[in-house]
C-alpha cells in the first residue's frame, strides 16, 4: 500500500520555526483530503490542519496564525510549517491521506505516517 514517511520533527525553543514534511510513495493518481494530527502525552490524538486537493484547508485554533498547511500535489507531499512554536506544541506528529486513488484506479484509505517527534522546549 501507500506509505506516508514523515519529517523535519526535532527540538526547538519556544519561538522557533519547524517544517515538517510527508512524502506519499507509490504509484498515485490523487489524494483526496490529507492532514497533519498531533498526540501529546497523555492526551487524544487532535487534528492539527487538514487541506484538500483543491487547496482548502482548515486549522485548530491553538494554531491558526502559527502554522501553515500545504502540499504539492505533482509529489503527492504536504508539509506543516510551524511558527512560534509554544511548549505546549509538543507532540508526536502525525501525517494522513484520507482517500489515495492509486495509478490503478485501486482506493486506500485513511493512511498513516509513522509520526516524528516534535519538542519545544528551553
Known amino acids: 500500500q501507500v506509505q506516508l514517511v514523515e519529517s523535519g520533527g526535532g527540538l526547538v525553543q519556544p519561538g522557533g520555526s519547524l517544517r515538517l514534511s510527508c512524502a506519499a510513495s507509490?504509484?498515485?493518481?490523487?489524494?483526496?483530503?490529507m492532514g497533519w494530527y498531533r498526540q501529546a502525552p497523555g492526551k487524544q490524538r487532535e487534528l492539527v490542519a487538514g487541506?484538500?486537493?483543491?487547496?482548502?484547508?482548515n486549522y485548530a485554533d491553538s494554531v491558526k496564525g502559527r502554522f501553515t498547511i500545504s502540499r504539492d500535489n505533482a509529489k503527492n507531499a504536504v508539509y506543516l510549517q510551524m511558527n512560534s512554536l509554544k511548549p505546549e506544541d509538543t507532540a508526536v506528529y502525525y501525517c494522513?491521506?484520507?482517500?489515495?486513488?492509486?495509478?490503478?484506479?485501486?482506493?486506500?484509505?485513511?493512511?498513516w505516517g509513522q509520526g516524528t517527534q516534535v519538542t519545544v522546549s528551553s
Open positions: 494522513n491521506a484520507d482517500r489515495i486513488l492509486r495509478s490503478s484506479y485501486r482506493w486506500e484509505f485513511n493512511v
Open positions: 507509490g504509484s498515485i493518481a490523487s489524494i483526496n483530503l
Open positions: 487541506i484538500t486537493s483543491g487547496g482548502h484547508t
